[in-house]
Nanobody, 120 residues
Framework: QVRLEESGGGLVQAGGSLRLSCAPS????????MGWYRQAPGKQRDLVAT???????????KYAESVKGRVTISRDNAKNMIVLQMNSLKPEDTAVYYC??????????WGQGTQVTVSS
């Protein structure tokens, strides 16, 4: 069974920082895209950031407009791990954050979610 192990959620003051990590485990095919999505109570699950695999070993990041300039997504290709560094956090960033992975075989996996709470 494939598992996406998430860590780094918690409670911070507005303006603070958090770093979320996601590491796949179990049998999984080559990953094409990984990213983070978030869902606040009563709202749909929305994109935060994704990063693709590149031929050179890096990746191309994409960000939601609401977080541009405040977050950075990066990857460790050897471990298929991604890190989301979040700075200047706002109360509206409060949500459950879910790690997502997509393979070249069109399989998709989700983490269990980690709570991020930003106080005023």
């Amino acid at each position: 069974q494939v598992r996406l192990e998430e860590s780094g959620g918690g409670l911070v003051q507005a303006g603070g920082s958090l770093r979320l990590s996601c590491a796949p485990s179990g049998r999984i095919s080559t990953i094409a895209v990984m990213g983070w999505y978030r869902q606040a109570p009563g709202k749909q699950r929305d994109l935060v950031a994704t990063i693709t695999r590149s031929i050179t070993g890096g990746g191309t990041p994409k960000y939601a407009e609401s977080v541009k300039g405040r977050v950075t997504i990066s990857r460790d290709n050897a471990k298929n791990m991604i890190v989301l560094q979040m700075n200047s956090l706002k109360p509206e960033d409060t949500a459950v954050y879910y790690c997502n992975a997509q393979t070249y075989n069109a399989d998709e996996y989700w983490g269990q979610g980690t709570q991020v709470t930003v106080s005023s």
